[in-house]
């Protein structure tokens, strides 16, 4: 699968929130989009999402147009966790399966429970899954809601800030679940993220937007202190770890 954004211009009001953004993306990648608050990270990830529609241009899967694909057609495709989601009184085990319903018609099978069931193993969850997703912390709620997401069995998995919630053990473990994910899978990953070094650890592409405008994109080698100086205004020194870059933020 390829994913193609062409031209995009979106806003709110009458203010330009996303810009002329272009680029391109296949299977087995991870994307994460890098800016400072404010600057269209999480409208650029609705309109991947198909629930923003663009002013101008045009979101392409496999060459095709994502606003002429059915709603059914894209719940298939395209797995989105937002920053927040609401919970309702329902046990994680079926806030899981949840994810199932694009691909279930008349009635569950065996294999959604399977699906199911797998998911919850590798999220850790299996001691919570007849718990109410009301009486569990914010932390499990959150991996709730990407394992909700992995069911689905998405070609697309967009995720906005799916760590903030976790503790530190955590967010390795998860950002490195989704990695794993991703390349076994060959899906489309794409990741907003606060912790800039957890981007560049799980990431292999980087967009950075500045003010709705695609200041740099490409691989690691795209990472520098210039381009972070750019767009977040901080000093910062790039060091190597375990052949990541890790930024370090400079004194004064
Ligand atoms: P980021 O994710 O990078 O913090 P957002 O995409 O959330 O940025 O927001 C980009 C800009 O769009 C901000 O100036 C924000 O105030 C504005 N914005 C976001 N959502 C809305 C909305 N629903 N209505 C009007 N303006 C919005």
Redesign the pocket.
Known sequence: MRITVKGITFS??S?P?LDNVNFSLESGQILSIL????????????VLASILSPKNGAVFLDGKNLAEISLSGKAKIIGYVPQRSEGFNTSVFEAVLSGRKPHVHFRIKKEDIQITERVINVMGLSHLKSKSIMRISGGEFQKVIIARALAQNPKVLLL?EPLTYLDIKNQFEMASLISKATKELHLITVF?LHDINLALRYSDVFLF?KE?RIEAFGGKEIISSEIIMKVFGIDVEIKEMMGSPYVLIKNG
């Open positions: 709110y009001n203010a929130i800016g400072p608050n404010g600057s269209g990270k999480t409208t650029l990830l609705k906005d907003v937007l709705g």
